[in-house]
């Protein structure tokens, strides 16, 4: 499993990193993807469950975690 920690990210959204990351991926991969940032998190699960990407949520204190298998199919 790849892991993106976009924690304490300042230069730009922590969705750069994540959606890259998923870019770059391999059919089937899994990725796990850290924030610290709420209204980003809620973006990224938003834009999972559109795509029918199932993801497991991780709360621990002020981090967020999503895990997911990127898609076998386009």
């Known amino acids: 499993m790849k892991t993106i920690d976009t924690r304490g990210q300042k230069l730009y959204s922590p969705l750069i990193p994540a959606i890259k990351a ?3 991926a391999g059919k089937g991969e899994k990725l796990e993807i850290i924030m610290d940032d709420s209204a980003a998190f809620s973006d990224l ?3 999972l469950a559109e795509q029918k990407i ?3 949520e991780i709360y621990d204190g002020e981090q967020m975690t999503v895990q997911f298998c990127v898609s076998l199919y386009p």
């Open 22 to 24: 998923m870019c770059e």
């Open 45 to 47: 699960k938003e834009y």
């Open 54 to 56: 199932g993801f497991r």
